[in-house]
Structure formats: C-alpha cells, structure tokens
C-alpha cells in the first residue's frame, strides 16, 4: 500500500468512527417502534430532504452516472432528465400528499399506508406487498454489501469478501441500535459529503484543464468531440429507432421515482408537518440539479484529462478525478465521503425491509399483544437477524443470481408501487382488489420480460409503469371494489 492508499485509509477509518458515533447518538432519541420505524413522523424538512436524496442518489451519482456520462458523453443527459424530472415531481406532487396521508392514518410503513387506505382488502395488501418488498429488499441489501467489498478492493487491495463485513460491521450497529432514526441522520452527513464533492469536484476540474493542456482535450467540449461523434451527439451517434430506443431508455428512469420507491417514500412520510414538507421540497429539488450536474460534469472532466481508454473501469472515473485534481489529503477526504455514502445505503434498505416485516408480517401473524411491552426490542432483534440473512446471501450466494434479483427493484417495484401510490393519492375510484391486481401484474410482467432478455431491446422500466397502470385502470373500471372503507 502506498502513501496515498495510507492516507485515504486512515482518514476513512476516522471518518467512519465518527459516522458510527454519530449515528449511535441519534439512536438514542428512539423511544418507541414508531421512532424506530419512521422517527415519530417529526423530522424536519431539511433533514427528510437530504437522507432522501442521500439515499437515492448515493453510489449512482458518484459512480454511476459520472461512469456513464465518461463513457457515453452527451447521450447520458437524457438519463440525468429522466431523473431529475422524476425527482422534482415527486418532490412537488407526491411528497407532501404522502406525509399527509400518513399522519391522517396514522401509518409506519409504506405498505401498512397503501392497506390502510384500501381497507377492504388491507390484511391482503400487507402480505403481498411487504413479502414483496422483503424478499427483493433482502437481495438488494446483499448488493450493497457486494459493492461496499467490491469497493474497499479496488481502492485497498482488501479481500472483496472481507470488505463485505467491513461494510457490515460499519452500518448495522447503529442500524439496529437507532433505526430510521440513526439511517437519516447519517443520511444527512452523507448528504452533505456528497453534495461538496459534486461541486467542489467540477470547479477545481476546470480550473486544472485550463493550466494543465498536457491532458486528453483541455476542455469539456473538445474532448467530446475528439472521442468521437458518440460523445458529441445526443443521441450517442445512432440514428432512427435505435437512437429513440436509446433516449428513452434514459429518460425511462423517471417513472420509477414517482412514489414508488419505498425507501425514498418513507421520507416523504416521516416530515412533521405541512410547512416542513415544504422547506423539503425546495431543499431536495435544489440540491437534485445541482448534484446531478455535477455529477455529469465529473464524468466529462474525466473525458477529457484521460481520454475514453485512459480508465479500466468507468465506475471509477470520480475518485481517480478527484486524486489527480486535489492535493492527497483534500483529495483523501472527498473519497471518503464517496465511499462511506456509498457503503450506508445498505441501512435505508435494511431498516425498510425490518420494518416491513415487523410491522406488517409478524406483528399480525403473533399479535398486537405480544409486540407492545416489547415492540422496541423486537424491532431490533428482527433488523439484526436481517443484516446477519443478508450478508450471510451476499457473501456465500451466486454474485449473478444478487444483482439479477436487484434488477427487478427499479422496474418491478418502482414502476408497479409507483401506479399504486398516484393512482392511491389521485384517483378516489382506484381500490384494494385493483391495487393487489396492479402488483402481481407489474412483478410478474417485469419479472418474464427481463428473464426473457427482452429488456436489452426495449427498457422494462418504462413499460412496468404502462402494464400496470393498464391493469389498474381496466381492473378498477370492471371489478366492484368492497363496501368496507379504509380504516381511519
């Protein structure tokens, strides 16, 4: 390990203890189920708005799409539209709709408000969409463990399997011990890291091209046109159905942010008031565009100081920027940052799919009795055996299999959930039986189109939403919901 390696790793270890410390002391706010579960539905605007985004955003802003913008250029605006689009809609249609809804029924899930709101088949909405939302979030939790290894041994050299209990034993004790509690005001720091970083990473990348014109291309636009005409075209150099299929592959991403996400959802729900809900809108919309720029101006920074073959691997394209921008400590604590809200989205995951379970699974299957002396304990006992099925899937499981699983998330449950939860929120028709008809349609069609490789031709992230939003409108019109009403 060399110098710079050192010094990467030690000021990561000291940022990831005081992260930990951080998060243990927040824990120490809960004081009942619904702290653990939604923070007692009192968070302040600013705080809901920066763990949402940090918990949306994280790996794929810093990774992903500065990777893709490095190695597609201009093409990939129109993936960053999808979402930013999808984010400033849901910020401004959807968030304060589902914080009032779940103060009005009174709700700690995301599945138990969609049960409660359809009361004349909730028990049934409870079963099916947690065990759902469980059994995908148990891969996607694993997921985030195989990438906190993948990563720790592409920056240290450490073991990808040792780095996945690294990355375990930094998020699950303050998981277990604050829930959503610990989860969003560690969200808040990681949000902050990575909003600087977005920003500060850019600025100085300019000012290096400018006094530095031994790189690729000295500035963004050359460097885009010197790749070649697939980096300086917004179509990615293709033409006719294939560039259509391409743009809308992008922008297909905005469908699954239309409060369908339950991670993201919850958020929205656990804001404490009206006023609050909107603070948190202007806070997450602002800091959506800028981060998002950022984000692609890194990738393109990269373009152009090592060339569209000066990288093995394009994930990587921000922290090799930042260490060839920054001087190493500047540079070292950046990373970090990166790395760290990297690694803790695996806690939004996990303490979404402990609650699901607790809440909507197990407490109706044992009884309100049993879990009120002891809901607390109980909670946390279920997240800890969670993370423990999680790593032990991540670590011992088919790699393949985990991220096959995780690619049914974003078309399967957020295109199906989001149809449900607008549908929910603005169409008083739409109820329990067409609810229940739109998931198993939207799990089971994205589930089949992706197996069938049919995904490669035309995105099921898009067409998710269409099937099931199909399905919920015909099966609302032709079948006669119950006379029960949603319990109050």
């Known amino acids: 390990m060399d110098l710079q390696d050192t010094q990467l790793l030690i000021v990561m270890i000291a940022y990831l203890a005081l992260l930990i410390a951080w998060g243990i002391y927040q824990g120490r706010k809960v004081k009942s189920s619904s702290d653990y579960a939604i923070a007692g539905r009192k968070l302040p605007g600013w705080v809901a708005a920066l763990s949402e985004r940090a918990t949306g955003e994280s790996s794929w802003a810093l990774l992903g799409l500065p990777g893709a913008a490095y190695a597609t250029g201009l093409l990939e605006i129109w993936t960053a539209l999808g979402c930013v689009i999808g984010i400033i809609t849901a910020w401004v249609l959807i968030a304060w709709r589902l914080r009032d809804e779940a103060e009005k029924y009174n709700v700690n899930t995301f599945t138990e408000f969609i049960a409660r709101k359809?009361?004349?088949?909730?028990?049934?909405?409870?079963?099916?969409?947690?065990?759902?939302?469980?059994?995908?979030?148990?891969?996607?939790?694993?997921?985030?463990?195989?990438?906190?290894?993948?990563?720790?041994?592409?920056?240290?050299?450490?073991?990808?399997?040792?780095?996945?209990?690294?990355?375990?034993?930094?998020?699950?004790?303050?998981?277990?011990?604050?829930?959503?509690?610990?989860?969003?005001?560690?969200?808040?720091?990681?949000?902050?890291?990575?909003?600087?970083?977005?920003?500060?990473?850019?600025?100085?990348g300019f000012i290096y091209l400018a006094n530095n014109p031994d790189v690729f291309a000295p500035t963004i636009s050359q460097a885009l046109s010197t790749a070649g005409s697939e980096y300086s075209s917004l179509a990615g150099g293709m033409r006719g159905f294939t560039a259509g299929v391409a743009l809308v592959g992008g922008f297909s991403w905005f469908f699954g942010y239309l409060g369908g996400q339950p991670q993201l959802s919850m958020r929205f729900m656990a804001i404490r008031d009206a006023k609050q809900a909107k603070r948190a809108r202007n806070v997450g919309i602002v800091w959506t565009v800028i981060a998002y720029v950022g984000a692609l101006c890194i990738g393109w920074i990269g373009l152009a100081i090592f060339g569209p073959t000066g990288l093995s691997d394009r994930e990587f394209v921000m922290p090799a920027v930042l260490l060839t921008i920054f001087p190493p400590v500047i540079a070292a604590v950046l990373i970090t940052g990166a790395i760290a809200a990297m690694i803790s989205t695996a806690d939004s995951l996990l303490i979404l799919s402990a609650t699901e379970l607790t809440e909507n699974l197990?407490?109706?299957?044992?009884?309100?009795?049993?879990?009120?002396?002891?809901?607390?304990?109980?909670?946390?006992?279920?997240?800890?055996?969670?993370?423990?099925?999680?790593?032990?899937i991540a670590y011992f499981g088919k790699t393949n299999l985990i991220y096959s699983l995780v690619s049914y998330v974003w078309a399967g449950i957020g295109g199906t959930f989001s149809v449900v939860i607008l549908l929910t929120l603005f169409w008083k028709r739409f109820h329990g039986i067409a609810a229940i008809a739109t998931i198993i349609a939207g799990l089971t069609f994205t589930i089949i189109w992706i197996s069938s490789g049919l995904d490669k031709m035309v995105t099921s992230r898009m067409l998710t939403f269409f099937v099931a939003l199909f399905v919920a409108v015909v099966s609302t019109l032709l079948i006669k919901p119950s006379k029960a009403k949603a319990k109050n």
């Open 362 to 392: 197990l407490q109706p299957l044992f009884g309100k009795e049993f879990f009120k002396k002891r809901a607390l304990l109980v909670s946390r006992v279920i997240t800890a055996v969670l993370a423990v099925v999680a790593l032990t």
């Open 118 to 204: 359809h009361g004349e088949v909730g028990s049934w909405i409870r079963i099916i969409g947690s065990a759902t939302i469980v059994f995908f979030f148990f891969f996607y939790v694993g997921a985030q463990f195989l990438g906190g290894g993948k990563t720790l041994n592409t920056m240290f050299g450490i073991d990808a399997k040792l780095g996945m209990i690294i990355t375990a034993a930094i998020i699950v004790p303050y998981t277990i011990y604050g829930g959503f509690m610990s989860v969003v005001y560690t969200d808040v720091v990681q949000a902050i890291m990575m909003i600087i970083t977005l920003v500060a990473g850019p600025i100085v």
